[in-house]
C-alpha cells in the first residue's frame, strides 16, 4: 500500500511565522501535490510537482511556496503566516497518469 | 477547464437503507472519475476510479458508482448503509490527458446514519 506521510496532525502557529509542512511518500512516484481543504469549498489545489526540484502554480498559490529537492519529499512553506492560512492541509502523491491519488492524513494548521 | 457539483451538502439515511450520493461534472473529453471517502481527521480513501469500460464500477467496502455520458452523472451507490459509513465523501474529476495536474474535487456531501 502506498504510504503518505505528514510531519504533524496539528499545528499552531502566530502571524509572521515561517511555517513548514513536510510530507513523504513511499512509493517512488513522480508526482506530489498540496491542497487545503475548507468548509463548503472542497479541496483545493495549492502547488504540484511532477519531478524533482519542478513545480507548478494550483488554484491557489498567493502565500505559499513549495520544495522538492527529493523525490519522496514535498514541503509546503508559508513565508509569513496568516490568520486566512488557517485550514487543513492535505498531501498527496500519484504514479503514472491514470492512476488515483493516494493522500496524507492531513496537518490541521491554526495561525494565532 | 474542468469541474465537479455535488449538489447535496448533506444527507441523512437510517442505517440498513439505501444510498445514493450524486456527482456531476462538466469535461470536454472521457474525463477519469472517482469517488474519496474522508472520516472525521482523516486523509482521504481511495473508494473507487473510473478510467473506461465496464460503466458500472465497483469500490471498496460495498460501493459502486455508474458512469453516465449522457448525463455526465458518476453517482455513488450503496445497497444497505452502515453506520461506520458515516463521513464525507468527495467526487473528483481528472483529465485523461495533460499535465499532472489532474484532479478537481466537488465541495462535499457529508452523510450522517441513523442507527
Known amino acids: 500500500d502506498v504510504k503518505v506521510t505528514q510531519s504533524s496532525r496539528y499545528l499552531v502557529k502566530r502571524t509572521g511565522e515561517k511555517v513548514f509542512l513536510e510530507c513523504v511518500q513511499d512509493?517512488?512516484?513522480?508526482?506530489m501535490f498540496w491542497y487545503r481543504q475548507d468548509p463548503g469549498l472542497g479541496l483545493r489545489l495549492i502547488y504540484f510537482s511532477y519531478d524533482v526540484k519542478m513545480k507548478e502554480k494550483g488554484d491557489i498559490p498567493e502565500g505559499y511556496s513549495v520544495s522538492r529537492e527529493k523525490k519522496e519529499r514535498f514541503s509546503l512553506i508559508l513565508e509569513s503566516a496568516s490568520t486566512s492560512q488557517t485550514s487543513m492541509y492535505l498531501c498527496?502523491?500519484?504514479?503514472?497518469?491514470?492512476?488515483?491519488?493516494?493522500f496524507g492524513d492531513g496537518t490541521r494548521l491554526s495561525i494565532l | 477547464a474542468q469541474s465537479v457539483t455535488q449538489p447535496d451538502i448533506h444527507i441523512t439515511v437510517s442505517e440498513g437503507a439505501s444510498l445514493e450520493l450524486r456527482c456531476n461534472y462538466s469535461y470536454g473529453a472521457t474525463p477519469y472519475l472517482f469517488w474519496y471517502v474522508q472520516s472525521p481527521g482523516q486523509g482521504l480513501q481511495l473508494l473507487l476510479k473510473y478510467f473506461s469500460g465496464d460503466t458500472l464500477v465497483q469500490g471498496i467496502k460495498g460501493f459502486e458508482a455508474e458512469f453516465k455520458r449522457s448525463q455526465s452523472s458518476f453517482n455513488l451507490r450503496k445497497p444497505s448503509v452502515h453506520w461506520s459509513d458515516a463521513a464525507e465523501y468527495f467526487c473528483a474529476v481528472g483529465a485523461s490527458s495533460g499535465s499532472a495536474r489532474q484532479l478537481t474535487f466537488g465541495s462535499g456531501t457529508q452523510l450522517t446514519v441513523l442507527p
Open positions: 512509493m517512488d512516484h513522480e508526482n
Open positions: 498527496a502523491s500519484r504514479g503514472g497518469s491514470n492512476q488515483p491519488q493516494h
